[in-house]
């Protein structure tokens, strides 16, 4: 079956601008969580979804990111005003219960 | 929240057994030891997790000490594929709180 997957696979922006990144979960899991990887550094939680609602976002940095999953399935981390500091690859992983977590490939973000 | 330390980076022969060593001293007796690991360029892979007691399945072992601070993920026969960084994590509730991992090269 279908993993998870994440869009765009790579995404270069600029500073200040808006950008938004997709993730779709292995369907029927109704956990879902983002994490932030910088380079060689293990992945940091930003944010946990049970269902529609987000139960854990204490992992975001700060008010300039926010995340949304409407409809229980496909999220989206949406950053504003990006910053240099902001460049990581940003994973999505869903799972069934509060176990194994299915990782996506990751979206590379580079912020010039 | 605990914290996993690990070596940063190891060797082993092709056809060994590669023994990853991590400790985890400040764990809470509810959170559970998961493995996983990250080739190159790919998001990170389940590998095994555990409580208390070892742990075996198709890719490898998990041999956790009886005070729960340190575990070892065995990888009974290394292969060239199982090049990557290896990552113990503890799951605390539904987070997973990574260390920076151990980069493991499986040399032929």
């Known amino acids: 079956g279908a993993g998870v997957s994440q869009t765009p696979s790579n995404k270069v922006t600029e500073k200040g601008k808006y950008v938004e990144l997709r993730c779709d979960p292995i369907?029927?899991?109704?956990?879902l969580y983002w994490y932030r990887q910088s380079l060689g550094q293990g992945p940091e939680f930003l944010i946990y979804?049970?269902?529609?609602?987000?139960?854990?976002d204490s992992g975001l940095p700060n008010d300039r990111f926010f995340a949304v999953r409407p409809e229980g399935s496909v999220s989206t981390l949406k950053i504003q005003r990006t910053e240099r500091g902001d460049s990581a690859v940003y994973l999505c992983?869903?799972?069934?219960?509060?176990?194994?977590?299915?990782f996506g490939p990751g979206t590379r973000l580079t912020v010039l | 929240d605990a914290k996993t330390t690990q070596p940063p980076s190891m060797d082993c022969a092709e056809g060994r057994a590669a023994n990853l060593p991590c400790n985890h001293s400040?764990?809470?007796?509810?959170?559970?030891v998961y493995w996983y690991r990250q080739i190159h360029s790919q998001g990170p892979q389940y590998i095994i997790h555990?409580?208390?007691?070892?742990e075996t399945n198709e890719m490898a072992s998990l041999i956790i000490t009886e005070d729960r601070k340190s575990s070892t993920l065995i990888l009974p026969h290394a292969t060239l594929r199982d090049t990557a960084v290896y990552y113990c994590?503890?799951?605390?509730?539904?987070?997973?709180?990574w260390g920076a991992g151990t980069k493991l090269i499986i040399k032929p």
């Open positions: 992983a869903s799972s069934l219960r509060q176990d194994e977590q299915f």
């Open positions: 369907s029927g899991h109704t956990a």
């Open positions: 979804f049970q269902g529609t609602g987000a139960a854990d």
């Open positions: 400040t764990i809470s007796g509810n959170e559970y």
């Open positions: 555990g409580l208390k007691n070892n």
């Open positions: 994590t503890v799951h605390s509730n539904y987070q997973l709180i």
